[in-house]
Nanobody, 123 residues
Framework: QVQLVESGGGSVQAGGSLRLSCVAS????????MGWFRQAPGKERDFVGAISRYNGVTYYASSVEGRFTISRDNAKNTLYLQMNSLKPEDTAKYFCAQTAQVVSLNRDQYINWGQGTQVTVSP
């Protein structure tokens, strides 16, 4: 049974930083591409970034490029999202997800999702 558990969310002021973690169990973590998505109230779940399986090539949404960094530790079955220079518009629930693709920017290609962790950025 695949399980993805996010942690690290919280409330910060604009300009602050947070580091999200996602621990995976029930899968051979290194064999899967992983991604981060976010969803604000009343909005769709949007792509934030993705990291490929094996060699860790990363891709980002333009809105977070240069501020957010995705990484993975295959030995610990853990995915990370380092978020710097946070803005109020980054406020959302953040989800990690697993894809069977090498890497994907497409939400529909993700097959397992965590329960999410809330990030709130105040002005």
């Amino acid at each position: 049974q695949v399980q993805l558990v996010e942690s690290g969310g919280g409330s910060v002021q604009a300009g602050g930083s947070l580091r999200l973690s996602c621990v995976a169990s029930g899968i051979s973590f290194s064999n899967y591409g992983m991604g981060w998505f976010r969803q604000a109230p009343g909005k769709e779940r949007d792509f934030v970034g993705a990291i490929s399986r094996y060699n860790g090539v990363t891709y980002y949404a333009s809105s977070v490029e240069g501020r957010f960094t995705i990484s993975r530790d295959n030995a610990k079955n853990t995915l990370y999202l380092q978020m710097n220079s946070l803005k109020p518009e980054d406020t959302a629930k953040y989800f990690c997800a697993q894809t069977a693709q090498v890497v994907s920017l497409n939400r529909d290609q993700y097959i397992n999702w965590g329960q999410g962790t809330q990030v709130t950025v105040s002005p």
